[in-house]
C-alpha cells in the first residue's frame, strides 16, 4: 500500500487528508481513530470491516465512515487494487492506534 500525505495536519486545521492506495490483496492492520475517519473511495474495488460486523464491498465513489475508536480495517478486494482519500478530523484528540494484522482468514471471511 501505498499513503500520499495531501494535507498535513497542523493547530489550525487539525486535520489530516491523504491519498491511500492498495494493491490486489493488500489491506491494512486493525486500527481506530480517536476522532473517527471519513473514507472517500476513489478508484476500484476494496473492502471495509468492522471488528465483530461483517466485511462490506466498496466501490469508487463510496464514502465509509469510521466512528470514533471503532475497531476496523480496510483494503483492497482479491481481484482488484482500491484507491481512497482518508480525512482525519480532530487530531489532536489523536490520528490512528494501530493493532494486528488482518489475517488471511479474516480477509477471506466474505
Same mark, same amino acid.
Given at each position: 500500500?501505498?499513503?500520499?500525505?495531501?494535507?498535513?495536519?497542523?493547530? %489550525?486545521?487539525?486535520?489530516?487528508? &491523504?491519498? !491511500?492506495?492498495?494493491?490486489?490483496?493488500?489491506?491494512?492492520? #486493525? +486500527?481506530?481513530?480517536?476522532?473517527?475517519?471519513?473514507?472517500?473511495?476513489?478508484?476500484?474495488?476494496?473492502?471495509?470491516?468492522?471488528?465483530?460486523?461483517? %466485511?462490506?464491498?466498496?466501490?469508487? &465513489?463510496? !464514502?465509509?465512515?469510521?466512528?470514533?475508536?471503532?475497531?476496523? #480495517? +480496510?483494503?483492497?478486494?482479491?481481484?482488484?487494487?482500491?484507491?481512497?482519500?482518508?480525512?482525519?478530523?480532530?487530531?489532536?484528540?489523536?490520528?490512528?492506534?494501530?493493532?494486528?494484522?488482518?489475517?488471511?482468514?479474516?480477509?477471506?471471511?466474505?
Amino acid at each position: 500500500a501505498w499513503n500520499k500525505s495531501l494535507v498535513a495536519d497542523d493547530s %489550525i486545521f487539525t486535520t489530516s487528508v &491523504g491519498s !491511500v492506495t492498495f494493491e490486489v490483496g493488500a489491506r491494512s492492520n #486493525w +486500527h481506530s481513530h480517536p476522532a473517527g475517519q471519513i473514507l472517500l473511495v476513489t478508484d476500484g474495488v476494496g473492502y471495509h470491516q468492522i471488528k465483530g460486523e461483517p %466485511i462490506e464491498i466498496i466501490r469508487k &465513489g463510496d !464514502v465509509v465512515k469510521c466512528p470514533p475508536d471503532v475497531i476496523h #480495517w +480496510h483494503g483492497a478486494s482479491r481481484d482488484s487494487s482500491m484507491t481512497h482519500i482518508y480525512i482525519v478530523p480532530n487530531t489532536e484528540k489523536g490520528i490512528v492506534k494501530w493493532m494486528e494484522a488482518v489475517t488471511d482468514e479474516e480477509y477471506r471471511n466474505l
